[in-house]
């Protein structure tokens, strides 16, 4: 169990929230014209991160809102906690999202 | 480790190599004959050798399924000259994680197939490697507790017989006969309408499936070395090369990563994404009581499942937690759900003391089957995505991945199992259609 800092009602138990994976991931812009291979690798190839994940979660059993994380998957620390649509923050832009 | 000299000086003296090529057979002879010596004359049962700097196959991964591979490469295919590396010591990952259950009861074909590839090979695996796995089956029963359930249940039962595996049903009444702690009352949450149940699928010790592997495989030469970690991968061109470990550069023109949950971070060191996320999946066991739970209960409605151990434990699982990790640790609440359902299922549990509570890393793969393949790099082979439910399938995994490796194509059993299907569509959906979420 661990604690995160949800941007709308504050730190709240890990059990409230629930995880939906890899932030960031691109929707593709032409869908028509992409490939087999392509495809795959949006629908199903991820990174898995062992180390800084960008993440999303949604604050289910509160507010019901989305937001970002930023959390070390080899300690389950979160290190940042940032909205919807925003870029991750500035001291961890060399993640590649 | 050994009284050095003072009684027999004859183990002290065998080099590594002597000890491999003399694996001392156990039987009951050897037990007496030991016995006269105050057991101080047993051999190590495999080496610990310094790696050599070629290889002819790396295995990546000293778990059941690594070890197997290595196992079936140099017995089936005659390749002797493998390394199996283990970044922390043999069946340490999830070998040693898991609640050992053994069954064959799925719903697709693939999928049954290579499950009861793997439950054959374990019913004749004690013998085969002359080291007691203690597989025993005592059947592995699957709860319904709703209507749909009951008529999911029946599908799958009759899809299960339709490949030759066997499976029945059970009404509540012969739930209770068999399992008479179970609480069957209709007055109850989730009321127990009935079960499918596998008689053949049963449980096994699981360090001694990897254990037996280990000294199987080192007795046919295979060189088991333990605290070494891969820290790189080698290539050339389309080509593996070897791998950069914390032992120094190996050298090989074939590779195989068979790492559990850390398949994406290897994958990753030659360039390689994978449909593989990583999940902690906790267990646990209680103290130790007299016998009292003849058989394995799996229920995926109130999610738990539990058999007794031969040392009276009830070994106890459920469910991932839902966030990618690599912690080996879990949450509490699912600890907690968990341990919910098994009071409503066994009231008489609720005053069972927990002892010990752990996790281990799963890759689940989009499908929830496992990837057995070929990779675009040339001797590059990905064993991997078994997800929660790998130590099941330990036999068939390495005998199917040997064939992979040794022949450079998949055998008929795990080829529906390749990398290529995430791009094909061909997927093989287990999530719902394995008796639990497994």
């Known amino acids: 169990m661990f604690l995160i800092n949800c941007p709308y009602c504050g730190p709240r138990e890990e059990s409230e929230f629930h995880p939906a994976g890899e932030a960031h991931l691109k929707r593709p812009a032409n869908p028509e014209k992409l490939s087999d291979i392509e495809w795959a690798d949006y629908l199903f190839m991820r990174q898995n991160t062992k180390g800084i994940l960008l993440e999303r979660w949604v604050h289910r059993h509160g507010c019901r809102r989305w937001f970002n994380v930023a959390r070390d998957t080899r300690t389950n620390k979160v290190l940042h906690v940032y909205q919807m649509g925003d870029s991750p923050p500035t001291q961890l832009k060399h993640i590649k999202p | 480790m050994y009284l050095c000299g003072l009684l027999e000086p004859v183990p002290c003296g065998l080099s590594d190599t002597m000890l491999s090529k003399s694996m001392q057979k156990y039987s009951i002879y050897a037990l007496l004959r030991n016995a006269l010596n105050f057991h101080e004359n047993w051999h190590r049962a495999w080496r610990s050798p310094a790696p050599k700097p070629e290889y002819d196959v790396i295995i990546v991964g000293g778990g059941g399924h690594g070890l197997a591979t290595a ?37 697709w074909d693939e999928s049954a197939a290579m499950y009861e590839k793997s439950l054959q090979l374990f019913e004749g695996l004690s013998q085969e490697l002359n080291f007691n796995i203690m597989f025993s089956q005592r059947g592995v029963m699957n709860l319904a507790h709703s209507l749909s359930d009951m008529r999911e249940l029946k599908r799958r039962v009759n899809a299960i017989r339709l490949n030759g595996i066997d499976s029945e049903i059970l009404t509540t009444i012969q739930i209770k006969e068999l399992l008479p702690i179970i609480n069957t009352s209709p007055q109850s949450r989730y009321p127990i309408l009935g079960a499918s ?137 699912v600890v907690e759900g968990q341990l919910g359902a098994l009071c409503e299922l066994f009231p008489i549990f609720s005053r069972l003391r927990l002892v010990r509570q752990w996790g281990g890393i799963v890759d689940i793969s989009p499908d929830a089957s496992p990837i057995l393949s070929k990779t675009p790099i040339k001797g590059f082979y990905i064993n991997g995505g078994w997800g929660t439910g790998g130590f099941k399938a330990t036999p068939g995994s390495g005998w199917s991945f040997a064939h992979t490796i040794a022949r450079d194509e998949p055998h008929e059993l795990n080829a529906p199992f390749t990398l290529d299907r995430f791009v094909s569509g061909a997927l093989i959906d287990e999530h719902g259609a394995a008796a639990v979420a497994h």
């Open chain 2, 197 to 333: 149940l596998q008689k053949r699928a049963g449980i096994a010790r699981h360090d001694a499936v990897a254990w037996g592997y280990a000294r199987g495989a080192d007795s046919h030469g295979v060189d088991i070395i333990q605290n070494c970690e891969v820290t790189g991968m080698l290539r050339k061109g389309g080509c593996i090369t070897g791998v950069e470990t914390t032992k120094g550069i190996i050298q090989a023109p074939k590779i195989g990563i068979v790492a559990a949950g850390h398949t994406s971070v290897l994958a990753a060191m030659a360039g390689i994404r994978l449909p593989l996320n990583s999940y902690p999946l906790q267990a646990m066991v209680s103290e130790p009581i007299k016998p009292i739970h003849p058989c394995v209960v799996m229920s995926n409605a109130v999610h738990v499942y539990v058999s007794q151990s031969d040392k009276g434990e009830m070994v106890l699982g459920a469910g991932i937690d839902g966030y990618h990790s690599y912690t080996q640790r879990g949450s509490f609440h």
């Open chain 2, 71 to 107: 196992y079936y490469l140099a017995k089936e295919h005659g390749i002797t000259n493998i390394a199996v590396l283990e970044k922390g010591w043999i069946g340490g990952g999830n070998t040693g994680r898991n609640t050992t259950i053994i069954r064959s009861n799925y719903l």
